[in-house]
């Protein structure tokens, strides 16, 4: 008895034949001793052997051991293993490589002032932030939060116009009163914002007049309707600023225009647009025109036309040196100078100047004269001539005659006179002469005098017209004192001198020392001084 055991597919060669079913097969052989036996071979198939599966699941970048090998790429992976009973069995691994897992992206926006929770922390500034975590599939993802923060919003602003008696809708309310009202409300992105309305109240408005003038005849359109009788026609209407207004219309007929004349006058040659053409003829044209007040009117116009205007001759006689305005330029010389003018009427007219100069006379004063003081001189001009002339001397001191031809001077001091010469033309001439006192010998003084005796008294004497008073006489002894003094007094005023008394009594005989000082006539001043004698 054989028993043969075969794994499920496997075959066996028995009595000549491949077995892969399960069965007995008996062969009966001749044995030695000539005998038969039987053998029996008994094939046993085993129940097929169970394969195993397995599934593992890896992320994106990931690795797994399989069969000892690392993996990281998705497949089938197959091993046969030996069983117990000799037979095989195939075990396999399965490997799935989860897809990559993209990172996700969150934006969330704030409003000023607010704050978001971020990954378990409580965020209120703008920024970006990230944090890795594990999926629904157990694999890693980056989650990112980007947290925008919103401007401020401004406060909006609106201004509502209303007409006097309306209203209008604000936040709710109906208001008909001028004022400002506000309200915190949600902004387009969220946020809270402000807006205020302003409410405003126009003023009435006032009616409105309009005043048309029409010409006799004619008509005006009033509110669609055309007029032509004088009267007052009103409509309420909208105004400028869209509120109602009543607009009146006073409708004003003129009465007919009377005809208007004008007269213009030409001088010879000249001529006048008259209606369009130029005219220089005298006569009568006339035009129906349109008034000052809109309407047609007869308008006439008489052309005058001027005589001839004759011209004019003018003659000025200048004194040497001087000008005289000629057509709005100074003029100095000889000669005849003509300009067109327009004369009282308008026209132009020729008018002549011829200009003339006077001769000056040939005349002079003497060269400067010295006199003796006290003494008299003739002022004489030379070289006048005959004609009509008229003498000015300046100044007139001193002189008998200032408007004389030659007058006498006796001065009392240095003098320069000034001779002014006019003739019948007014035309004038001047010359200088200088008058120069000489101080001869003028001023007498004692050496010696006896009091009591005759002239007792010591004093200054001059001659007549030179010393004007002496100012100041004084006498002293020998021993320096000083024993009389007088001031401003005349000379030759023996009450004003020295009777030789000092003190009440006469001084004794001797020489005394004197000095006075002198004003002359002439204005100038002198001091002297001597010595004087006392005698008895």
Not at 134 to 147: H, K, L, P, Q, R
Not at 208 to 221: K, P, Y
Not at 388 to 401: K, R, S, V
Request: glycine residues 10%; contains cysteine; charged residues 15%.
């Amino acid at each position: 008895m054989e028993t043969r055991t075969l794994c499920p597919g496997d075959s066996t060669f028995v009595l000549g034949v491949w077995v892969s079913a399960a069965g007995s097969l008996v062969e009966t052989l001749s044995g030695v001793n000539g005998c038969d036996s039987m053998h029996t071979i008994s094939v046993v198939v085993l129940p097929p052997v169970q394969n195993t599966f397995e599934l593992q699941t890896i992320c994106f970048g990931d690795s797994i051991q399989v069969f000892g090998a690392w993996v990281t790429q998705g497949g089938m992976y197959n091993k046969i293993y030996t069983i117990g009973l000799g037979c095989d069995s195939v075990h396999t691994i399965e490997v799935l490589v989860l897809p990559d897992i993209l990172p996700t992206n969150e934006v969330r926006t704030l409003c000023p002032g607010d704050s978001t929770q971020v990954f378990g922390n409580w965020v209120n500034q703008q920024g970006v932030f990230s944090q890795t975590l594990s999926g629904a599939t157990g694999c890693d993802s980056i989650y990112t939060i980007e947290v925008l923060v919103l401007p401020d919003i401004l406060p909006t602003n609106e201004v509502r116009t209303l007409c006097a008696g309306d209203s209008t809708l604000v936040f709710g309310n109906w208001v008909n009163q001028q004022g400002v009202f506000s309200q915190t409300l949600s902004g387009a992105n969220g946020c809270d914002s402000v807006h205020t309305i302003e409410v405003l109240v126009l003023p009435d408005i006032l009616p409105t007049n309009e005043v048309r003038t029409l010409c006799a005849g004619d008509s005006t359109l009033a509110f669609g309707n055309w007029v032509n009788q004088q009267g007052v026609f009103s409509q309420t209407l909208s105004g400028a600023n869209g509120c109602d207004s009543v607009h009146t219309i006073e409708v004003l007929v003129l009465p007919d225009i009377l005809p208007t004349n004008e007269v213009r006058t030409l001088c010879a040659g000249d001529s006048t647009l008259v209606f369009g053409n130029w005219v220089n003829q005298q006569g009568m044209f006339a035009q129906t025109m349109n008034s000052a007040n809109g309407c047609d009117s007869v308008h006439t116009i008489e052309v005058l036309v001027l005589p001839d205007i004759l011209p004019t001759n003018e003659v000025r006689t200048l004194c040497a040196g001087d000008s005289t305005l000629v057509f709005g330029n100074w003029v100095n010389q000889q000669g005849m100078y003509q300009q067109m003018l327009i004369s009282e009427n308008g026209c132009d007219s020729l008018h002549t100047i011829q200009i003339d100069l006077s001769a000056p006379p040939v005349f002079h004063l003497p060269a400067d004269t010295l006199i003796i003081a006290g003494t008299e001189a003739i002022l004489h001009p030379e070289g006048l001539g005959s004609g009509m002339f008229f003498y000015e001397w300046q100044p007139a001191d001193f002189l008998d005659c200032a408007e004389c031809a030659e007058p006498a001077t006796r001065p009392l001091q240095n003098i320069i006179y000034t001779l002014t010469v006019n003739d019948d033309l007014g035309c004038s001439w001047s010359d200088s002469i200088e008058v120069t006192l000489l101080k001869a010998s003028r001023v007498f003084v004692p050496n010696i005098f006896r009091p009591g005796g005759v002239h007792g008294v010591f004093m200054i004497y001059a001659q007549e017209g030179t010393v004007q008073t002496i100012r100041n006489l004084e006498v002293f002894d020998r021993w320096g004192s000083m024993v009389f003094s007088n001031q401003n007094f005349s000379a030759g005023d023996e009450s004003a001198g020295w009777d030789g008394r000092y003190r009440g009594h006469v001084e004794v005989p001797g020489v005394f020392v004197w000095w006075a000082e002198l004003e002359y006539y002439d204005g100038t001043t002198e001091k002297i001084f001597g010595e004087v004698t006392l005698v008895r």
